[in-house]
């Protein structure tokens, strides 16, 4: 199933809210949902689409009906693609996606001290490129380098149960996935919203792990 368009147009895409449900995922354990806007928790739908990266979708689906708390590795290149960065300038790129003038993003985690961009199929391959035309670097930009994960690559993914309060090095989303058609960020995207990210201030605001997306807002 491919993961989503690489523009910036996309498609009405629905919040997460008490409409949804607690739908399981195969007829199990449900998917824990709230009424209040939810961005560290995946739906059934989300869950469906993160499965249908590997080999065995069902397994997968029943393997987290057992346990929705267990992290997962999953492989890029056919559903999604990764742009990993370091933690505060993965946030950084991730408020630019949320600014005024951003596009708004997919679905986004973090893992041992790794922000974790999910991207369009084709987005790693595309976007080192891209960079490198940038000549992007500690040279020229405040920013660490980019890793770019694609086919032939796998990336760890949270648990579907959000947690409040992740170990220091813990997995978890920063906005989960809630659809089994989300949109996806090209590598356009991907280099706009870092090249922003460049120009702030070195220093993250005080609240920065609080924040919350307003997921209403996706595309």
């Known amino acids: ?13 629905s919040p997460f809210s008490a409409t949804q449900g607690n ?22 739908e989300g869950a469906a689409w993160l499965a249908s990266a590997g ?8 393997f987290w009906e057992e346990r929705p708390g267990a992290p997962v590795v999953l492989p890029c290149g056919t559903v999604f693609d990764v742009v990993s960065a370091p933690s505060v300038f993965g946030r950084r790129m991730l408020d630019r996606l949320w600014g005024a003038d951003g596009p708004g993003c997919g679905p986004v ?9 999910f991207a369009a ?43 409040a309060a992740p170990a220091p090095a813990g997995s978890r989303w920063l906005v989960a996935p809630d659809t089994r058609h989300p949109w996806l960020p090209g590598p356009e995207v991907m280099l706009w919203a870092a090249v922003r990210a460049a120009r702030v201030s070195i220093f993250p605001p005080a609240d920065q792990d609080a924040k919350v997306y307003d997921v209403s807002r996706r595309r």
């Open 109 to 117: 985690a973090v893992h041992r001290g790794r922000t974790l961009l």
């Open 121 to 163: 199929p084709g987005t790693a391959q595309r976007l080192p490129s891209l960079l490198a035309w940038e000549e992007w670097g500690p040279r020229t930009h405040a920013a660490p380098p980019l890793l770019c994960h694609g086919t032939g690559d796998a990336v760890t993914v949270p648990a579907l149960e959000g947690d």
């Open 23 to 44: 739908r399981p995922l195969t007829g199990g354990r449900p998917v824990r949902m709230t009424t209040a806007p939810d961005v560290t928790a995946a739906t059934a």
């Open 55 to 62: 080999t065995y979708p069902r397994s997968t689906l029943a």
């Open 1 to 13: 199933m491919p993961g989503g368009q690489d523009t910036p147009s996309r498609p009405p895409l």
